[in-house]
């Protein structure tokens, strides 16, 4: 049975830095490509960035460049999500995704992708 399982969301204050990690079980992690998502309350949920299986450098949404880092950890099954400079807009709930393709195509925002999701994990940036 698959388990994606995220874990470090909290309460921050803006300008603060939050690392958000998406633990799997259950599958051959290097062989999926990884995606992280966020839905705002009353918004529709939004690709946030993908690790391929291969290096390169990966997708990122434009409103989180620069200030979002997306890494990788095959053999500890595990993707991360480093936020830094958080701003009250990036409040919302994260999700973590994993794509059985290995590569983050152009259609990596699409959730269609994504077979398997975790239950989310909460950020919040205070003003």
């Known amino acids: 049975q698959v388990q994606v399982v995220e874990s470090g969301g909290d309460l921050v204050q803006a300008g603060g830095s939050l690392r958000l990690s998406c633990t799997a079980s259950?599958?051959?992690?290097?062989?999926?490509?990884w995606a992280w998502f966020r839905q705002a309350p009353g918004e529709r949920r939004e690709g946030v960035a993908c690790?391929?299986?291969?290096?390169?450098?990966?997708p990122y949404a434009a409103s989180v460049k620069d200030r979002f880092t997306i890494s990788r950890d095959n053999s500890g099954n595990t993707v991360y999500l480093n936020m830094n400079n958080l701003k009250p807009g990036d409040t919302a709930t994260y999700y973590c995704?994993?794509?059985?393709?290995?590569?983050?195509?152009?259609?990596?925002?699409?959730?269609?992708?994504?077979?398997?999701w975790g239950h989310g994990t909460q950020v919040t940036v205070s003003s």
């Open positions: 995704a994993a794509a059985p393709y290995g590569l983050c195509t152009a259609a990596w925002r699409s959730e269609d992708r994504y077979k398997y």
């Open positions: 259950g599958l051959t992690f290097g062989d999926y490509s």
């Open positions: 690790s391929s299986r291969l290096p390169g450098a990966p």
